[in-house]
């Protein structure tokens, strides 16, 4: 398998543009989960899934924030309008069950720099 | 809700050495303590985990102690080398909930 898939690796982008970020679970994993990463916080929560349906968006940081997932084999994150604040690394997750008690698997992670 | 503190948050130990990271947490439901490796540039990888009804887990040259009383986990590796160089997290779930600690930055020296 080729693992969990996000895109893009990086991206650079200007204040007030809409960002999209996109992740492919691994096949027949059926929870999904959005983290974001900096120096400051860490490894944050933002939105999980489990059967495609969203549980617990409590760590999405604001309006701004939006996530969906449409069918079992993707998940887009999307912020409208993107702030210098939201520069981080973006990581998607996937794991059996629910997740909460069993292995995690990340991509590799979307740099966001909003400048 | 659940509180992760992770100790230290950078830690030198030359090649063959042991190194110890530390984790307490709050929550008196967590029942499943998983530790992650993040190498440069990369997403975290779990490289060992224990659950609740376990005092002690060993794979190879890394083991992970759980004191449910005393709410602490620790992360032991011995006879370090270079390529266990990264960031280490270690994290903790009632089931219902999960949290990551701060990380550890583990510098082996050659």
């Known amino acids: 398998d080729a693992g969990v898939i996000q895109s893009p690796r990086h991206e650079v982008t200007e204040m007030g543009q809409e960002v999209t970020l996109r992740c492919k679970p691994i096949?027949?994993?059926?929870?999904l989960f959005w983290y974001r990463q900096t120096m400051m916080r860490g490894l944050e929560l933002l939105i999980y899934?489990?059967?495609?349906?969203?549980?617990?968006d409590s760590g999405m940081p604001e309006d701004r924030f939006s996530a969906k997932m449409p069918n079992a084999s993707f998940s887009t994150l999307k912020i409208q309008p993107s702030e210098p604040r939201d520069s981080a690394v973006y990581f998607c997750?996937?794991?059996?069950?629910?997740?909460?008690?069993?292995?995690?698997?990340f991509g590799e992670g979307s740099r966001l720099t909003v400048l | 809700g659940e509180n992760v503190e992770q100790h230290p948050s950078t830690l030198s130990v030359q090649e063959g050495d042991s190194a110890v990271i530390k984790c307490t947490y709050s929550d008196s439901a967590s029942n499943y303590f998983p530790w992650y490796k993040q190498e440069l540039g990369k997403g975290p990888q779990l490289i060992i985990d224990i659950r609740s009804n376990v005092g002690e887990k060993k794979d190879q040259r890394i083991a992970v102690t759980l004191n449910k009383t005393a709410k602490h986990f620790s992360l032991h590796i011995t006879e370090t080398q270079p390529e266990d160089s990264a960031v280490y997290f270690c994290?903790?779930?009632?089931?219902?909930?999960?949290?990551f600690g701060t990380g550890t930055s583990l510098t082996v020296i050659p």
């Open positions: 096949s027949g994993h059926n929870s």
């Open positions: 994290a903790a779930s009632t089931g219902n909930q999960f949290y």
């Open positions: 899934f489990n059967n495609n349906v969203p549980i617990d």
């Open positions: 997750a996937s794991s059996l069950g629910t997740g909460l008690t069993g292995e995690l698997f």
